[in-house]
C-alpha cells in the first residue's frame, strides 16, 4: 500500500480517535486522581496535597466492608454468568442454523433498554407486590423473603443486567472458533468432556475472561442496583461512591473510591489479560 | 456428522433448556410492565386488560416532556460524534495500524473496562472541578460519547473486517476521487456497520443514567427523570414509558436485522 497520502491517512484514522479518547477519557482518570489527593471541607475544595482519603478507606470498616462485599459480589455473579453463558452461547452457534443472527440481537433488546428501566421492570418481578411474591400469595403460599430488598435481589438484578454482554462475547468467541476442529479430535478418538475441556475451552478461554471482565467491572463499581434492590445491608462500594458525590459532598473521598475501583478494574484487566490472545476472540478482523 | 447418541442428545437439549429459560428470564420482566402499563392492576396485572390511560397521562406530563427532548438530543449528538469517530479507528486499526493494529484495538477498547459511573465521575471531575466549568450539554455528550465509542468500534469493526478494501482503489483507479469511492462505493456497502453503530450509540445514550447524571447536574433527562419518580414508588406511567422504549428498541433492532439480512443476500447473489 503505498499511496502518497499514505501518511496523512493514518494521521487521520489513527491520531484522531486517539486524541479525542486522550483528551476525554485518559485525562478525566488523571484527574480523578488528582482529586482524590486533595480535600473536600464543607462542599468545597482544598487544594492541598494529601493522602487521607485513601487512609480514611484503608482504615475505616464500613468501606472496608462494601468493598469486601462488592468485590465477592462481582466474583459470585462473574461466574454465575460465564457457567450460565457459556451453554447459551454454545448452543446458538451449533444449533442455531440460520436463526443465530435472531437469537444474538434478542439478547440486545434487554441489554440496550438501559439500566433504569430494566431495574424497573426487575423490581415489578421481584418486589413485596410484584409476579412472583403476588401470584405466590395469591395461590396461598408465602412470599419469598430473599428476594425482596436484599443482596439475593442485588444478585438477581446483577446476572439480569450483565447475562446479555457475557453471551454475546462468548457466543462471538464460539463464532469464530472452527467447530471442524471438534471433529477432529472426535475422530482422533477423544471423548466429549476431553474435547471440550482440551480444545473447545482453551480455545475460546480469551473470550471467555472478556466475557467474564465485562461483568465483573460494572458489578464491581455498580451504585444503582444496590440502591434500589439491596435493602439496609446492601450497601456496596459504587453506591457509597455516588453517595460521596451525592448528599455528603465529600467528592475528594468519593474520587478516592473512583481511584480505588479503576485500580482494581485494571488489576483484573492485567491479571486476566495474561491468559488472553486478542485474536483468538470474536474481536478480530484487525488480521489480515 | 456423527451420530446423535442419546447422550448428545441430552446435551443438546440440556443447553436448549438453559437458553429458553434465559430467554424468559430477560423477556418476562418487560413483558410484565408492559402489561402492568395497560393494566387497571398495575401491581398484577394478570388476567391482561388494556387501558391506554397511563399512556395518557404519560404524554400530558410536562416533566417527561423536558426530558425526552434532552435525552433526545444527548443520544442523536452523541450517536453522530461516536460512530464518526468509530468509523475513524476501525479503519485505521483495519487498514493502516500495521503491526500496532492490536495495540489501537485494545486501547479504543478501553472504555468498555471502565464503568459507566467512573466514566461519569472522572469526567465530572475534569470539568467541573479542575477547570471549574459547570455540567452541561456538550460535555454530556462528550462523555457520553466515550462510553459508546467502544461499541461503535467493535460494531463496525466486526461488520467490515471483511470488507474488500481493493474496491476503493478500483473505484480510485477508474477514476473516482477518494470521496466519491468513499461515497458511491464503500459507503453502500458498509451501510449495516455504520446503521448498527448508530442505533446502538443513540439507545446506549439514550437511556444511560450513569454519565448524563453527573454532568447535567440539574438538567433532567429520561432515565434521571424515572430514576428520581422511583424514590416516590413506580407509577404506571413510568411503566409506560419503559414500555414505549422497549418496543422503539425493539423495532430498531429488526430493522437492523432486516438490513443486515439483505445485505447477505445481496452479496450472496
Same mark, same amino acid.
Given at each position: 500500500?503505498? &499511496? ?43 487544594? &492541598? ?148 475441556? &482440551? ?47 451525592? &448528599? ?41 | ?54 399512556? %395518557? ?29 468509530? /468509523? ?18 485494545? /486501547? /479504543? ?33 462528550? *462523555?457520553?460519547?466515550?462510553?459508546? /465509542? ?22 480510485? %483507479? ?43 447536574? *440539574? ?14 414508588? !413506580? ?9 414505549? !422504549? ?21 452479496? *450472496?447473489?
Amino acid at each position: 500500500m503505498s &499511496e502518497p497520502n499514505a501518511a496523512t491517512n493514518k494521521r487521520l484514522f489513527l491520531y484522531v480517535p486517539t486524541t479525542f479518547l486522550f483528551l476525554f477519557f485518559v485525562l478525566p482518570l488523571i484527574a480523578l486522581v488528582v482529586l482524590s489527593l486533595w480535600q473536600t471541607e464543607n462542599y468545597k475544595i482544598v487544594h &492541598e496535597w494529601t493522602m487521607m482519603n485513601y487512609v480514611t478507606l484503608a482504615t475505616e470498616t464500613a468501606y472496608i466492608t462494601f468493598f469486601v462485599r462488592s468485590l465477592v459480589m462481582a466474583i459470585l455473579v462473574s461466574i454465575f454468568l460465564v457457567i450460565v453463558a457459556w451453554p447459551i452461547a454454545f448452543f446458538i452457534v451449533r444449533f442455531g442454523g440460520k436463526y443465530k443472527l435472531i437469537f444474538s440481537l434478542l439478547l440486545a433488546v434487554p441489554f440496550l433498554s438501559g439500566e433504569v428501566l430494566r431495574l424497573i421492570a426487575l423490581q415489578g418481578m421481584l418486589g413485596p407486590a410484584g409476579l412472583i411474591n403476588g401470584g405466590l400469595i395469591r395461590l396461598g403460599a408465602a412470599p419469598l423473603r430473599f428476594i425482596m430488598y436484599s443482596n439475593s435481589a442485588t444478585f438477581i438484578a446483577f446476572v439480569y443486567l450483565y447475562l446479555p454482554m457475557t453471551v454475546t462475547t462468548i457466543y462471538l468467541s464460539l463464532l469464530n472458533f472452527d467447530m471442524r476442529l471438534t471433529s477432529a479430535a472426535s475422530a482422533c478418538g477423544a471423548g466429549r468432556s476431553r474435547i471440550f475441556f &482440551e480444545v473447545i475451552w482453551p480455545l475460546n478461554l480469551s473470550g471467555t475472561i472478556i466475557g467474564f471482565l465485562l461483568a465483573f467491572i460494572p458489578t464491581l463499581s455498580a451504585s444503582l442496583a444496590p440502591r434500589f434492590l439491596g435493602g439496609p445491608n446492601g450497601t456496596l462500594y459504587g453506591m457509597s461512591m455516588a453517595q460521596q458525590f451525592g &448528599e455528603s459532598g465529600t467528592w475528594a473521598l468519593g474520587a478516592a473510591m473512583g481511584v480505588v475501583l479503576v485500580l482494581f478494574s485494571v488489576a483484573s484487566l492485567v491479571v486476566l489479560s495474561r491468559a488472553v490472545n486478542l485474536r483468538r476472540t470474536g474481536f478480530t478482523g484487525m488480521e489480515r | 456428522m456423527e451420530s446423535m447418541t442419546f447422550k448428545d442428545f441430552a446435551t443438546k437439549w440440556s443447553m436448549g433448556l438453559i437458553l429458553i429459560v434465559a430467554y424468559v428470564f430477560l423477556y418476562m420482566p418487560i413483558l410484565h410492565i408492559l402489561f402492568a402499563s395497560l393494566s387497571n392492576h398495575p401491581n398484577f396485572p394478570y388476567p391482561p386488560d388494556f387501558n391506554p390511560k397511563s399512556y %395518557v397521562s404519560l404524554t400530558t406530563n410536562s416533566i417527561y416532556q423536558g426530558a425526552f427532548i434532552n435525552s433526545m438530543i444527548i443520544a442523536t449528538c452523541t450517536a453522530i460524534l461516536s460512530t464518526v469517530m468509530g /468509523f475513524l479507528a476501525t479503519i485505521g486499526v483495519l487498514r493502516f495500524a500495521g503491526r500496532r493494529a492490536l495495540f489501537y484495538a485494545v /486501547f /479504543f477498547a478501553g472504555p468498555l473496562f471502565v464503568s459507566e459511573i467512573l466514566l461519569g465521575i472522572s469526567s465530572m471531575s475534569l470539568y467541573y472541578l479542575v477547570f471549574g466549568l459547570q455540567g452541561n450539554m456538550v460535555t454530556a455528550i462528550i *462523555a457520553n460519547s466515550v462510553h459508546t /465509542f467502544s461499541f461503535s468500534f467493535l460494531v463496525m469493526a466486526a461488520m467490515l473486517y471483511k470488507y474488500d478494501w481493493r474496491m476503493n482503489e478500483a473505484a480510485i %483507479v477508474c477514476g473516482a476521487t477518494p470521496l466519491r469511492a468513499f461515497r458511491e462505493v464503500m459507503l453502500p456497502l458498509t451501510w449495516s456497520g455504520i446503521l448498527g453503530s448508530l442505533i446502538v450509540a443513540f439507545v446506549l445514550a439514550l437511556n444511560g443514567l450513569d454519565i448524563s447524571f453527573y454532568l447535567l447536574g *440539574a438538567t433532567p433527562t429520561m432515565p434521571s427523570v424515572a430514576w428520581g419518580a422511583l424514590r416516590y414508588g !413506580v407509577k404506571p406511567e413510568l411503566y409506560a414509558l419503559s414500555s414505549i !422504549v422497549n418496543v422503539v428498541v425493539f423495532l430498531a433492532i429488526i430493522w437492523l436485522y432486516l438490513k443486515v439480512r439483505a445485505d447477505k443476500t445481496a452479496t *450472496a447473489e
